[in-house]
């Protein structure tokens, strides 16, 4: 079991860079698959980049060569570093653990409450 806590959201310009942090307690984060959601206002929750227990990585062809994710077994932290953000990206973000990294929420049980990213024209 883990609880999740999402920070580093904020308002940027678009071609500017933010941090996502996503900080475990309970067990460590690399227990688990990690990933990245998004949701802006009135569309599906959609994946945006994870990470699985052997540190693979996968990303959504949008943000693939503009975000990076990656983790801290010393903080148990996952991170999102998003580059080139455009007013698209603009949504709530919230981390996820789960058994397996897969493109869909439903392997995800754990979840953060999500932290906002709104990026200006």
């Known amino acids: 079991q883990v609880h999740l806590v999402e920070s580093g959201g904020g308002l940027v310009q678009a071609g500017g860079s933010l941090r996502l942090s996503c900080a475990a307690s309970?067990?460590?984060?690399?227990?688990?698959?990690m990933a990245w959601f998004r949701q802006a206002p009135g569309k599906e929750r959609e994946f945006v980049a994870g990470?699985?227990?052997?540190?693979?990585?996968a990303y959504a062809d949008s943000v693939k060569g503009r975000f990076t994710i990656s983790g801290s077994n010393a903080k148990n932290t996952l991170y999102l570093q998003m580059n080139g953000l455009k007013p698209e990206d603009t949504a709530v973000y919230s981390c996820?653990?789960?058994?397996?990294?897969?493109?869909?929420?439903?392997?995800?049980?754990?979840w953060g409450q999500g932290t906002q990213v709104t990026v200006s024209s």
């Open positions: 990470i699985s227990r052997a540190g693979s990585t």
């Open positions: 309970g067990r460590t984060y690399s227990d688990y698959a």
């Open positions: 996820a653990a789960g058994p397996v990294l897969i493109r869909t929420t439903s392997p995800y049980s754990y």
